[in-house]
């Protein structure tokens, strides 16, 4: 199960593409100037089952493209990764919001975070900086977070970003 502040389908401003995104209900970093302040707290929102959010993934023949955002998906990592793992023989492009960065999630994030961050394809690290904020980036808020690949940066032991436009231009 998952608990979702909501879920947003033919969204083109959380990655490129026509894309469905599921919010996570809950956030332990509370940054300073977030656009989804209501789902910090983790109390509320609406439990899920993983099969559910597949089904209505699915629905939507235009788009092969989900988003993970939030609250916090890394911490609800267990149903995330499931969901990621049920949505793969489709063969969906996986992105994931966290205000955690991909350092810190391989040194200190738990199995499950672990095995979230193995399933996805493309990671947007870092908490929102409000001094950092810009309009002028692709699908982030603020300018130290990044959008890395994840095979390659697992691959490599490393955080590896996607080049300027890179993302965005494949599709």
Request: charged residues 25%; hydrophobic residues 35%.
């Amino acid at each position: 199960m998952i608990n979702l502040f909501g879920i947003a389908e033919d969204s083109i401003v959380d990655g490129p593409g026509i894309r469905t995104v599921f919010f996570a209900q809950g956030c332990p970093h509370h940054c300073k100037g977030c656009h989804n302040p209501e789902s910090w707290p983790f109390e509320g929102g609406t439990a899920m089952d993983e099969e559910q959010l597949v089904e209505i993934a699915r629905s939507n023949p235009l788009s092969r493209k989900v988003t993970f955002s939030g609250g916090e998906p890394f911490a609800q990592a267990e149903g995330f990764a499931k969901l990621a793992e049920l949505l793969r023989p489709y063969h969906y492009e996986i992105a994931s919001f966290t205000g955690y960065t991909f350092e810190y999630l391989m040194e200190h994030g738990t199995e499950a975070q672990k095995k979230l961050l193995s399933s996805i394809d493309v990671l947007i690290d870092g908490p929102f900086i409000m001094e950092e904020k810009s309009l002028e980036l692709y699908f982030k808020g603020s300018r130290n977070q990044r959008v890395l690949d994840v095979k390659k940066s697992l691959a490599e032991g490393k955080a590896v970003e996607i080049t300027a436009g890179g993302w965005v231009g494949e599709y």
